[in-house]
């Protein structure tokens, strides 16, 4: 784009923390300038190296997720062994059940409560 004579370079027009951005994502994919350098047409190429840079990000972030998914998913499992087995002993002991088909029901009284 020209404005009064000289011509700007289009990432003047960018927003300063996406030049921050680009400039760093760029000297990551420095690392693989000898590589990019030998293409045909070396900005397609760096440009490649940079979005390929970006996907292994995105899937380090990802199975980082995963993990804090898996560790959450295990201490909500043990919260609800926990519920269960608090809601178990309040219901015998509110109930006084004591033979076997009284705790059978018991057992069920707490299953409907734990799909609350």
Avoid at 66 to 87: F, H, N, W, Y
Wanted: glycine share 2%; proline share 1%; with cysteine.
């Amino acid at each position: 784009m020209v404005f009064f004579g000289e011509e700007k370079d289009w990432k003047e027009y960018l927003c300063e923390d996406i030049k921050i951005d680009m400039a760093e994502l760029l000297e990551i994919a420095k690392r693989n300038r000898c590589a990019y350098m030998q293409a045909d047409d070396v900005k397609v190429a760096q440009l490649w190296v940079a979005l390929t840079e970006v996907f292994k990000q995105q899937k380090k972030l990802e199975s980082r997720l995963e993990r804090i998914e898996q560790a959450v998913k295990a201490i909500a499992e043990l919260g609800d062994v926990a519920k269960r087995e608090a809601l178990r002993e309040k219901a015998r002991e509110l109930l006084k059940a004591k033979l076997p088909e009284e705790k059978d029901k018991v057992e069920r009284i707490v299953d409907v409560l734990m799909e609350f």
